[in-house]
């Protein structure tokens, strides 16, 4: 484990109830009790998607059970089924009824007029390793930081930061 894992390891078994229904990650949905600090990054990527798609919430389902078929149909239910079975988890079987079949969505799905300004390539990959199942697979906070999408704060950062130092020469 890299990162922040490293650094403050969570002990498994953590009450699932720790995170608002919208903002919940998969692992929690599904009650797989070992979830860590890339929980975080998941919530963190259902609230970027509301920024940058206009819609809040982005996954809005009426109950937890609702909640996981509204990220199955956007995330896909096959992509789902493997998580489960790469973690050996046991399904709640009332979900062999709410998912369905869905194929994994496109991001530009969600770019409408009211939205496009605030979508970008890198926005969108950006979002597309931040909301991931298989919380091993998304970006840790450092990687994240320094994700293509920020080029342009970084670089503007740096422009600052060297015209700071011309100015005291």
Known sequence: ?????????????????VASRYFKGPELLIDYQEYDYSLDMWSYGCMFASMIFRKEPFFHGHDNYDQLVRIGKVLGTAELYEYVQKYNVDLDPRYNELLGRHSKKRWERFVCQDNQHLVSPEALDYL???LRYDHNDRLTAKEAQSHPYFYPVIQEHKRQESSKLDSTV
Do not use: F, T
């Open 1 to 17: 484990s890299s990162g922040i894992n490293a650094e403050w390891p969570l002990r498994p078994g953590y009450n699932v109830r």
């Open 128 to 130: 597309d390793k931040l």
